[in-house]
Each structure stands twice: as C-alpha cells, then as structure tokens.
C-alpha cells in the first residue's frame, strides 16, 4: 500500500512499532471527510488470525466474551479475551465464515491471542494460522453511497455482519462495523488487491484519512481502541465496552466470573474510560488530579476543529461524574461522558 499513500502525500509515523500514515497533508480535510464525508484509512494497526477446525466455534464460544457458536455464516460480533482474572488480553472482530472464523485484531495481539487459544485447545480439532492481508476503514456518513458506487451491490446491515464484494474486479470482505467512529466499514483484502480496492473507493468519492484525523473522531465519539486506550491493564468494565463486547446470556467463558460480578453490583469499578473538555491541549498521558491528587490519566489527547482541546481519560470513580471538574496535565478540564452537546456549546461560547 505504500505507492498509493505515496502518491496520496501521506506523512508517516509509527504506533506501537508499526508504519502507520498520521495524515495525508490536510488533517482538516480529511478530519471533514470522515465526519460529513467519507474517509478512507489503512487500518495498518490490524490483523487478521483464521480459526479453522471442526470445532472452532464452540471452542471460541468458551474463550471469548460475546456469542459465537449462534452466528451463522455472513454474520459477526466483536469480543474480548480474557484472563482468568479478568484482565483484557485483547479486542477481536469475530466473522464467522462457511469454513473458518476470522479473528481481527491488533497486529501486537495476534501473537498472544494464538497463544492463549493454543494453549487452551488441548486436544479440540481446532487450528489456528495468520491470515495475510490488509484491513481498510471507510467511515463517515457518505460511505454506503461510495461502496455502491465502487461496485459493492448489498451492504451488510447489522453490526459485524460481513459478505465477500468485488470493488472494480477486486475482491474484499465488507463489514458493517461497529467500532469505527461514528459507524462505518471494514474491508479486508489480500495484498494483492488492496491497492486496487483502494483506488476503486477513491475514484467514487472517498478521500485517505490518516491516524490524525481518525483519532479526533475516536475521541469525539468516546471510541477507544486497544494501545491507546485499552491495554491489558483494563477490565472490560472500565472502557465502555460491556454492552458492545458481551453476551450476558452465553454460558461459561474465560473471565466470565468477573465480568458476572462486576454486572451484579452495577458496574462499579475503580476507574472508568471519560470524555475531558480541556481549557488547552494536552498529551497522552498525563495525570488526571483533583486538589493536587491524582485521579487518572490521559489517554488519547487532540485538538478538534470543532471542539477545541479534548481527550479519553481514566478517571477514578469518585471524580468520573459527567460535569466534575478536574486537571489533566495542569490544564483546567471537565468530565464528559459524551460530546453531543459541546459543538453546540463551542458554537455559542465563539459567537458570544
């Protein structure tokens, strides 16, 4: 994919040790395109591990958090694996296929996540091997209208669902999903389409979008990701995720008795994943203090061309109320729990 970003102007950095486009020379633009239009991404932070067997989704079913052994091929749902204890090992997009199951996650996860499943097999006639290929984001409110326009007749409706497209004679899997800011899609290629598959979406409307743009909409929209804002460190609860990555009606699983627990007295937990509206901008990673005490962290921090210095933060349980004033970094901020009226607020405060 390098030669189309080359030629798009991309301007590259890293996360996590992986080769990632930040913007392609216009954040503004394309921050409008994934917010009004549609906004292309190489999501270069995923991959993709390909359960096969006989048995994979009922292995699977006893792993991960949300139901699988029900989906039906074309049909999908997104998961996480857990310790016994609870603690996040990773965020999967589970499709299930006629023959396999496809495991998308972080391309640093990819490795434990076979690990641990090969380590629980013992002897299930299940099998587990990385899946070459290319993860892409369409996202913005434009996207069906492109897809349909680069050749994708029927596009999955429900969250995860996923059916196989030709995009000007090159071949994708399209997802309909659920944790791209504001809603959008996945596709899924082999290296040796991917670059076409992306020149077919650009030649019907859609414009590349770097890892700039994209976290401004992650944070507007209160949508954390695995590195930046999930690590093993969290429980599920903490993030937000619960009603997303959980199936409170499935049977047994590793973690479950935590999740179970942690449900049973509401969702109480120690720290929980906030929106702050800040008076300036800060950097990830900065404290979080209330009278000179610290009370969480900062963990994706940007500056939207609407909303001014914002960031997702932890922040401890006695401070997360919506409206609680706290610091981060030293700079005077407040809780949110969602952005949906600060445009509004922005627009009022800059026109008085």
Known sequence: MDEAHVAAGALFGERRGRRIVVSYGDAPGEYAAARSGAGLVDLAVRE?????GAQRQKFLQGMLSNEVAGRRPGQGCR???????????????????????????DFDRVGPLQKTLEHYRVAAPVRFAASPGVVLALVGPTAPEVLRAAGAETLPSEAEDHAPVALAGHAARLVKAGDLPGGGFVLHAAEGSAPGAWEALRAAGARPVGFDALDTRRVETIRPWWGSDVTEDNLLHETGLVDECHSATKGCYVGQEVVARLSARGGNVNKALRGLRLEAPVSAGAAVTVDGKEAGRVTTAVVSPRLGPIALAYVHRNHFAAGTAVEAGGV?????????????????????
């Open 48 to 52: 993709i591990l390909e359960a096969s």
């Open 79 to 105: 998961a996480a694996l857990m310790s016994a204890r609870g603690g996040l090992q990773a965020l999967v997009r589970v499709l299930v296929d006629q023959s396999v199951v496809l495991l998308e996650t």
């Open 332 to 352: 005077a901020a407040i809780v949110l729990t969602g952005f949906e009226n600060e445009a509004a607020r922005a627009a009022g405060e800059g026109g008085a």
